[in-house]
């Protein structure tokens, strides 16, 4: 598979990692599910990321996941989160994960890190570690990981490190950000990159305006995000913030602190993706009035896209 480039772009996919309702990792619904997202469009797939729950996760059973997803992937590309608190970790999984095809592999600050000099020169080290022939993603997410990005900073890190090819986005509000870190790329003081969205796709219709290349993020309808990033790109604005808005309730439905990925397992499940909703101990679960709630959701959006006319499934597809 080809090596991840600034050139990236389109919807890659954040994956939830399957799990049996006994906690033990569904490898059929891996397998599913990566199905699913190449037969619905997805350029790329992005596994054990925050919302893949790779905290909870042995570092053999991290591997195992990385390369059934990879194995599956046909010609999407596959990126890994390798985030780990020790720099042996993370070469290691990085290691294993080119090695059997990825991509790249995406990077997240751990939370201590609190001035810049500090951030700039984890990165630094966290680039060395894994080798600087391996293309890696930036994420920017302090709304969870508590560390903040100026685009300054970011430049530095891009500037310094040519194996970053990639920014995971996830600031809240960040679209000046985009807009900044553009002005860099036009004044010649930030070499090429590719900037790829998250935050459950909350902002993506304006985020593509401000200039971004994609999304990177998990919502239950993946079709939703490559529909406004191909809209957008189509200068088709109206489109896209008409089918945005449609799904937008359940999108901030989803974007809840602690119940976001109970929800979007659920949906999933419903979609007949993955065979059951379960996550790792510890995890919260949805409620009976939750699913109400979510069902009445589903409804909302069916109106408009049909998509979204869910039947209960019980399980997934075989």
Known sequence: MAKLTHKAEGTFAIAPTPFHDDGRIDETSIDRLTDFYGEVGCDGVTVLGILGEAPKLEASEAELVAKRFVKRAGSMQVIVGVSAPGFAAMRSLARA???A?????????????RTDDQIIGYFKQAAEAIGSDIPWVLQDYPLTLSV??????????VMDNPS??????????GLEKISALRAFQKDGSLRPLSILTGNGGLFLDFEMERGADGAMTGYAFPELLI???????????????DLFDAHLPLIRYEQQPGVGLAVRKYVLQKRGVIASSAQRKPASSLTAMAKVEVDYLLTRVARVDRRANLRPQSSAAG
């Open 164 to 173: 970053c090819v990639m920014l995971k986005h996830e600031d809240w509000p």
């Open 148 to 157: 903040v990005f100026t685009p300054a900073v970011i430049r530095k890190i």
């Open 101 to 113: 095809g990825a991509a790249g592999v995406m990077i997240a600050p751990p939370p201590n890190l």
């Open 227 to 241: 529909d406004v990033v191909r809209l957008s790109k189509e200068a088709r604005r109206d489109a896209a913030h």
């Open 97 to 99: 994960s080119m090695d």
